[in-house]
């Protein structure tokens, strides 16, 4: 018998399927046809196990509504950490929830998975047209990530909408692995900017929610940034990830590595900073040392890695980034949190170690303080590693996962180093 649930133990399984009846009990033979009904049919702890196929989402499964957003499937049955709630795709198949038709007469934010308590996991599915319905400075989600901590975001694909890919401002140590956000461009809110749509976001406005880790994760065709941290008050990690193509318009073949039509801001990996503005900025006392290894970033708009105005260093270890149409590598810092202060200075107490730049549109590196900041190692400094040994394809990028959701690995010389 094929073991189905997210985590050993005595979870309860409820199945839902394309051609089910919310009527139904829910066993294999007789699945849900809609989520709502499915996670009704649940507690704490238990799985649903959604069939192939798609599944088409309209205004009447919206789940709860609060501070201006519609969240479609509100997940607050929290788990444990031996049996998490847990919403997976069939293995072997691989559903799709398609957002498109939602509306609520354009009048709210949409959040298609709401995380929203302790110890979630979902697994396997893609999360297509998730729709921006209002005028202004405004967003959709597709993983609204405003509550849970140690949840598990496993393999999804959140794609060709006009959402944000998955965008968490509050809970610890979650897990968002193996997940990829492509195409997503909002052409509405404000005209064709598409300015808010990133890949992924975390934006942490507390103090105690730390410890979240983005690995084996792409962003590609997002029109504004790949991975963004702008107001992350928390350290976060981004670990063999890729961003390309970003701060572009979707390319209706897939795989155009010809046509780029710009959108947004368009930075690979944006860690960090809390904006320009000339008022006093939210920086926490100790300001977060973001994380960022063994990430590529290629040919985004904007620049490839990027420090964004932060108020402290990063660490930035064993990355590579190639062809960005600014500079691969940019480290510029704001002077200080401080009202009127809000001026850019190079970059000081980053750590920037093994790091490899090929063909940058502009520079390798910019703004740094080479003496406020420790670097070695790296292909833009004498003695680095040899930027020449490092190839990396398009189509490395852009290979299919394996069916567990792993990337191909891509080998590259300074990755085995290690
Ligand atoms: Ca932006
Ligand atoms: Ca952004």
Known sequence: MLFIACATGFAKVVYLAPNGSDGADGTIGHPFATLPAAYKAIGGGDTICVRGGVYRVDDNQVMKKDKGYAYVFALEKAGTAKRRTCIMGYPGERPVFDFSALMLDGKWRFGAFYLGADYLHLKNFDIVGVPV?????????????????????????????????????????????????????????????????????????????????????????????????????????????????????????????????????????KAGGWGMSPTATKCPAVCPSHYIHHCIAYLNKANGVYSNHHLGGNRWEYNVSIRNKRDNYNMVNRLSSLAGDNYDIDGYGHVLKNNVSKEPGKLHISNVNWVDSKLEGNSFEPGGVDAKSVFITQAELLAPRDKDGNLKPIELNLWKQQ
């Open 133 to 269: 319905r209002m005028k202004g400075h405004t967003q959709s989600e597709c993983v609204s990530a405003k509550k849970g901590s140690h949840c598990i975001v496993e393999n999804l694909a959140m794609h060709d909408g006009m959402a944000i890919g998955y965008y968490q401002t509050a809970g610890a140590d979650n897990l968002i692995l193996n997940c990829d956000a492509y195409n997503n461009y909002d052409d509405y809110s404000e005209g064709s900017y598409g300015g808010n749509v990133d890949g992924f976001g975390c934006h942490i406005r507390n103090k105690k929610d730390g410890g979240n880790v983005f690995r084996g994760c792409r962003a590609w065709r997002n029109s504004d940034d790949g991975f963004d941290l702008i107001n992350c008050d928390t350290p976060a990690e981004f670990d063999h990830c890729y961003a390309f193509y970003n701060g572009f318009q979707p390319a209706e073949n897939p795989t155009d590595t010809v046509t780029f039509l710009n959108a947004g801001d368009g930075n690979g990996f």
